[in-house]
T-cell receptor
Framework: AQKITQTQPGMFVQEKEAVTLDCTYD???????LFWYKQPSSGEMIFLIY??????QNATEGRYSLNFQKARKSANLVISASQLGDSAMYFC??????????????FGQGTELSVKP | EPEVTQTPSHQVTQMGQEVILRCVPI?????FYWYRQILGQKVEFLVS????????KSEIFDDQFSVERPDGSNFTLKIRSTKLEDSAMYFC??????????????FGAGTRLSVL
């Protein structure tokens, strides 16, 4: 069964506006970690932000924040003040058994974000 | 800033040939992974490696694939007899094992494998 779902294949946002990229997940493990990665057209995978299942507060990293709603099993990425350089593919990923330091990541299908000038 | 280095960036090979993809992990990292991404699709886990042995592998990682860390620095993925469907971007990722819950996996820039 698919465990990470990103329902938006593509999104457009105007420069300087905020945008939310959706991610829902499914797991029966009480301990897990959620990650967002950015993949620009050059192909590399860049880590953006992490949320642990037991974290009390939503994670923030600069212009990135994670809207974590545990009961709804959603972990949406919010990018504030979009920049042209934010145009990329964004992947949501989960690691089950979050305190298993070596666990694999399971990725969603990705959302392609295009920032318009 | 330390980074994961992958070579080559692009590998073209004939079907049936062997290829070796190389990765130099971040120096104090102990867990190593290979993932692949077929063009336009999501990233898929292949294998994880810790303490010189495979920790976990996916159903994709069949007998045609192998991994090793031959010299304590390079981490390699070998595909013994390539098939057309092996054409993909292959990512190496590494993480530090230090009791920190998040243990971020840092990815290399990838090797694009094209099997003709």
């Amino acid at each position: 069964a698919q465990k990470i779902t990103q329902t938006q294949p593509g999104m457009f946002v105007q420069e300087k506006e905020a945008v939310t990229l959706d991610c829902t997940y499914d797991t029966s493990d009480p301990s897990y970690g959620l990650f967002w990665y950015k993949q620009p057209s050059s192909g590399e995978m860049i880590f953006l932000i992490y949320q642990g299942s037991y974290d009390q507060q939503n994670a923030t990293e600069g212009r990135y924040s994670l809207n974590f709603q545990k009961a709804r099993k959603s972990a949406n990425l919010v990018i504030s003040a979009s920049q042209l350089g934010d145009s990329a593919m964004y992947f949501c990923a989960m690691r089950e058994n979050g305190y298993n330091q070596g666990g694999k990541l399971i990725f969603g299908q990705g959302t392609e974000l295009s920032v318009k000038p | 800033e330390p980074e994961v280095t992958q070579t080559p960036s692009h590998q073209v090979t004939q079907m049936g040939q062997e290829v070796i993809l190389r990765c130099v992990p971040i120096s104090n990292h102990l867990y190593f992974y290979w993932y692949r991404q077929i063009l336009g699709q999501k990233v898929e886990f292949l294998v994880s490696f810790y303490n010189n042995e495979i920790s976990e592998k996916s159903e994709i990682f069949d007998d045609q694939f192998s991994v090793e860390r031959p010299d304590g620095s390079n981490f390699t993925l070998k595909i013994r007899s390539t098939k057309l469907e092996d054409s993909a971007m292959y990512f190496c990722a590494t993480t530090f094992s230090g009791g920190v819950a998040k243990n971020i996996q840092y990815f290399g820039a990838g090797t694009r494998l094209s099997v003709l």
